[in-house]
Structures are given as C-alpha cells and as structure tokens.
C-alpha cells in the first residue's frame, strides 16, 4: 500500500501535536511521530506525487528517485536515533523545533523544484536556529544571530538563482542546472554555503559547537548534508568541487589539532568528510558518485554517532574542552567503546563504515588520472584518524586523567549511541544493503587484500606517528585558546570595518554640518554688514549723493539703450 | 577508601600497548614484500608506499598545526569585548 501522506507532513503536524501531552511525556510523543514517518516512508515507492498547481506553476513536494529516496531514508533513519538520544530534554522548544527542522529537510529532499525546495531550506533555516537559541546562554544567543544571518543569505541566494534561472530556462524544475549561467552561480553558491565550502564555511564550526548537547546531533545530519544531495543533484560532474572538495577534505584537519572544543573538533572533521563527498561529486563518474552519497549515507551515522558521544560527555559532566577532560573510560566505558566503534567508522577502518565508501571516491579519483587530489584525500584520511579517530577518544576518555567521576549517560542516549554504532557496524561489514539502494550500478568490491593492508599500513603509521609526537612532547597541548577561522571575516572585520565606516560617516557628516554652518554664518555677516545698523546700506545719504547715483543710473540706461 | 586501579593505570601497561603498535606496524610494514598490491596509481606500488605516506602525513600535520597555533590563537575572550560593541 502507497501511502497518501508526504512524510515532511507527519514531522509538521506531529510537531504540533505533540503539545496535546503533558511536557513530561513530550520527548517520547516526539519519537513516536518519527516512528510514524519513517513507517509511513517504509510504504513509499519511486515516483512523483503530491504536485500542487500554483499560479502557473507545477510545485511538486514527493520526487522520489533513487538519489532522494536513499537519502529520505537517512534522514528518517537520523530523526529517529537524534530524537531517541533527547528524549530525556524537558524542553518544549527543543521539542517543537528538532522535528520541524527534520520534517523541513525530508521535506526538501523530496521537493521537485526550486520553489518547494527553497521554503523546506527557509524552514530548516529557522527551526535550526533555535537549537543554537536553545542553550539559552549569551553567547548561544549571539551565535545563533550569526547562524540565523549566514542560513538566510543562503536562501536568499538560492531564492534568487531560481528567479534567475526561471528567467532564462523558463523552468523550476530542480534537477541539474548549469554553473556558467547567473542563476546557476546563484544556486551553487547558496548550496556552498550550507555545505561549508573554504572560507563560506565559518558558520558550522561557529554554532555547532554551541548548540545543545542534543541539539548538535540533530545539526550535524540534516543541514550539510541536504547540501551534498542538492549538489549531487544538480552539479554532478562540475570540475570545480574536485579542487573545492580536496581542499575542504585538507584544510580542517589543521584547525582540528589545535582546537581545544572536542563539538569543535568534530565540527571540523565534518567538514573534512563533506570535502570528501564534494570532490566525489565533482568528479562526476559513476564509482564517484555512488562514493559520494554512501559516504554521506554512512557519515551522518557516525558523525551522529561521535556527536552523541560529546554530547553525553557535556550532558554527565558539563565539561567538553580537552583540558577539562581525560579518563572518563573510567566511569563511562559504554559511552567509551561506542565513541570508538565512531572513531574507527569515521576513520575508515576495515569492517567499519567509512571503509566501504570513502575508498569508492579514492579510487574514482585516481582512475580519473587525480593524482595530487588523490595524495590530498590520502592526506586527508590520515589526518581525520588522527583528530577524530585517535584525539577525540584519547582527549575525552583516556590520556591524562582529570579526576572526573561519574555515570553513564541515561539509557535513551546509550540505545541510541548503539542503534547508530550498530548501523556503523553493519554497512561496514555488510555493505551490500546500501551499495543495493545506490543510485548507479555497483561494480565495487572494498574487501580486497591490497585494500584491507594499505588501509591499515596508513591508519597504524599515522597512530605511530601520534603515539611517537605524544611520549617526545611534540604533540601540542591542548589549551584555553580559540583560533581564528573564516568567521573572524565577520566577527571582528566585518565588525572593525563598520565601526570605521560609522566613524567617516560621522565626521564626514560633521565637517560638512561645519562648512555648512561656516558658509551660513558667512553670508548672514555679509547680509548684516551690509543692512545691519552699521551697515552701508543702512547709512544716512546726503540728497546730493542721491542724485549723483541717479545721474550715473541714468547714464548707464542710455549707454545701454544707445549704445 | 583507594580507588579501584584500571588496567592502563600502570605504566608498564601502556607500554605494553606501545610496543604491539610497534609490532603491529613492523608487520604490516613487511607485509609489502610478501603481497603484490593492486594498484592504479604508480607510486602505490611502492614498497612501504601506505605506512611511509600515513606516518609522514600525520608528522607534517602536527608540526604544521603548531605553527598555524602561533598564527591563529587567540585569549578566550577575543570576541567577547568586541560583540557587543
């Protein structure tokens, strides 16, 4: 049986409904509505439905496709385990806004045009802000500013690119669209925006990290990764995301060693792994682009995953840097081996996740003949190992020992630490149930002898290489700092330059007030030296003068008239 | 009361830990004499080409990482006095 619902509509009305039960049961009715949908999902197949006619346009709110339909099932799946993780938060807001913005991205992952898949980003937009608000601190609040600002421009751009791109194709349609036109840049660009381009990319590692502890898990799978599927829809095969891609995969890893916020770390890490899904897409072959959305497919999962591990971190101990942490497999040692089985997917050990699809876009890269972008990525996969894979476990739960005692997490938030360690688990050992939902043929096999030993040869070296810097005292110390990044472009540029330019305005303003008042006075001394009481047209004339004036008047009329 | 001791507590433990890394990679290391990797780029079939590039990568990552610290670090409270203005 098909069902009649869009699935973006069970997330909207559920979200309402919810209010219908006393706060307390609220995080359980939450989950039951995201249980509902992905049922609901479960009895969709390929096609299109749900098409409202809308002054002279089509808007269609159900494309269903293999590319939308496996990462509507990621999304569902994402729902599922992030509300599970917050069903403890006593949080109405929280509660409200987790499920529109996941309805907002299953929605637009649906949508057939631009128009319906601008008013899901608007939504996403919006609801997303206020699980940065939700912290209700006042730096979450300005944060959340910033977020709200960059995720506006971005639908504003996309807004626009379709207006444009309306103008010059005369059609809505969300499918590929060409780079080299106005509308088509548009769209790109509002697309790189949510998926953190280089240098577009400071609003992720500016709000994430400040967002609720349950919260950032939610973040951390829709927003980006909807990016990647609009990418992948409509840019597939544009050479630029190769070099975009490969520097994203690079440039983080950096940032990540020296950052003191482990949320942060991960923040970072994202945007590493969304590097390697860009280059897959930009590399358009078929092995690449089934690379790209199983490793979105499996990134969500433990990126989540990794992110609930931090979150039950900050939610025990209301502690998340580096230098407050260290030791906690002492007291949390289920949290401890989840966060590894996070760790080892990410960094793509054999028989976990990553394993079985970074390597597809490795490998698409160097049969395209890439090879300095394929020693990036190479780059890439050791550093990410070394920042996500080795740092966040050992900063947190092992290395020196803070002292810190205490539980482990509540039990929603272990199930749903597992339920999604399971799935890393799964796909990465059995991954022929996600190459079987890819939108192209598979002809990939990851389990080969020379994949399994030069995987290992390069994450065992790089775990060499940490172990070697640490007992040397190479390895930097964590410590109170932050780092500059892109953001700083806004926070204290964009900031110094306003204040510059308010201060020109006003003295500008002030020194034209003056020349005003300096000419104005003038003229009044003029007019008062001439008719003031001293003045000479205020003077007392002999009759003599008078008629020697008239005399001249007189003369100079007749010259005139004359002459 | 004295608090229960862990396994990894104990030096000797941890190094016990160090060394089978060390082990471990000297064997994965050799394993290039003894398997012919499939490869499609020329420099993977070079002997030690994975282990050589992993371990080096991470070096240059982390020397790279504490020069880029002297560059971008800031106080804390860098933004703080600045986002209110």
């Not at chain 1, 631009?114 to 699980?131: D, K, Y």
């Not at chain 1, 690449?288 to 971190?313: I, T």
């Not at chain 1, 890269?365 to 050791?382: D, I, K, N, Q, T």
């Amino acid at each position: 049986m098909i069902s009649n619902v869009p699935p973006f509509l069970i997330f909207f009305i559920g979200a309402c409904l919810i209010f219908l039960v006393p706060q307390r049961w609220r995080g359980w009715a939450s989950l039951l509505v995201t249980l509902l949908a992905l049922l609901n999902f479960a009895s969709l197949s390929h096609g299109t439905y749900w098409k409202v006619q809308v002054l002279e346009h089509s808007l269609t709110f159900g494309r269903i496709d293999t590319l939308s339909y496996l990462f509507g099932l990621l999304f569902h799946i994402a729902a599922v385990i992030a509300t599970l993780f917050s069903v403890h938060v006593r949080d109405s807001l929280q509660n409200l806004t987790s499920l529109l913005y996941a309805g907002g991205a299953i929605g637009a992952v649906f949508a057939g045009d631009l128009i319906t898949l601008f008013v899901f980003w608007e939504i996403m937009a919006i609801a997303s802000t206020f699980l940065v608000w939700a912290r209700r601190s006042a730096e979450s609040n300005r944060t959340g500013q910033r977020y709200l600002l960059v995720q506006i421009t971005s639908g504003l751009l996309l807004l626009a690119g379709a207006a444009s791109h309306l103008g010059a194709t005369g059609s809505i349609a969300f499918n590929q669209i060409d780079v080299e036109t106005l509308g088509g840049a548009l769209i790109f660009i509002a697309f790189g925006i949510k998926c953190a381009f280089p240098l577009l990319h400071g609003w992720l590692v500016d709000a994430y990290p400040q967002a609720t502890p349950t919260g950032t898990v939610f973040l951390s799978a829709f927003t980006t990764k909807l990016a990647v599927y609009a990418l992948a829809r409509s840019f597939p095969g544009t050479e630029v995301l190769i070099y975009l891609g490969a520097t994203m995969a690079m440039f983080p890893i950096f940032y990540a060693v020296i950052e003191n916020d482990l949320r942060r770390v991960l923040s970072y890490s994202m945007i590493n792994q969304i590097g390697f899904m860009v280059c897959g897409i930009g590399l358009g072959t078929e092995l690449a682009l089934n690379g790209a959305v199983s490793h979105a497919f499996n990134d969500v999962l433990f990126k989540s995953l990794l992110f609930m591990s931090m979150g039950a971190v900050l939610h025990m101990t209301g502690r998340i840097n580096g230098t407050d942490l260290g030791g906690l497999y002492k007291s949390m040692p289920i949290t401890t081996s989840l966060c590894i089985v996070g760790a080892a997917s990410i960094s793509a050990f054999p028989l976990f996740s990553g394993f079985v699809s970074k390597s597809m876009i490795m490998v698409a890269a160097a049969e395209e003949g890439h090879a300095v972008v394929f020693l990036f990525l190479l780059f890439a996969s050791a550093g990410v190992f070394h920042h996500a894979g080795i740092k966040i476990p050992y900063f947190a739960f092992f290395g020196h020992d803070a002292g810190i005692r205490t539980r482990e997490p509540p039990i929603n938030m272990l199930v749903a630490m597992a339920i999604a360690a399971g799935f890393c688990i799964f796909n990465g050992c059995y991954p022929w149930i996600l190459y079987s939902l890819l939108p192209w043929e598979v002809n990939y096999q990851p389990y080969t002898m020379s994949h399994v030993i030069s995987q290992s040869q390069l994450l065992f070296f790089s775990a060499l290489a940490f172990a070697l810097l640490m007992t040397s005292g190479l390895y930097p110390p964590e410590m109170r700092l932050i780092n500059l990044d892109s953001d700083w472009l806004h926070r204290r540029l964009g900031l110094r330059l306003i204040h510059v330019s308010a201060r020109m305005i006003t003295f500008v303003w002030a020194r034209c007030l003056r020349i005003l008042q300096d000419s104005l006075e003038k003229v009044v001394g003029g007019i008062h030296s001439l008719t003031g009481p001293r003045g000479v047209l205020a003077r007392t004339w002999t009759t003599g003068t008078g008629a020697i004036w008239a005399l001249l008047l007189l003369g100079l009329y007749l010259l005139v008239y004359y002459g | 009361m004295m608090e229960k001791q862990y396994w990894l507590d104990k030096p000797s433990n941890v190094k016990r830990v160090l060394v089978g890394l060390y082990l471990l990679c000297a064997g994965l290391l050799l394993t290039d004499a003894l398997h012919h990797r499939h490869s499609i780029l020329q420099m993977e079939g070079w002997f030690g080409f994975y282990s050589v590039y992993g371990f080096v990568a991470c070096v240059i990552l982390v020397l790279a990482a504490k020069e880029l610290r002297k560059l971008v670090a800031r106080p804390k409270d860098y933004y703080e006095n600045n986002d209110d203005q």
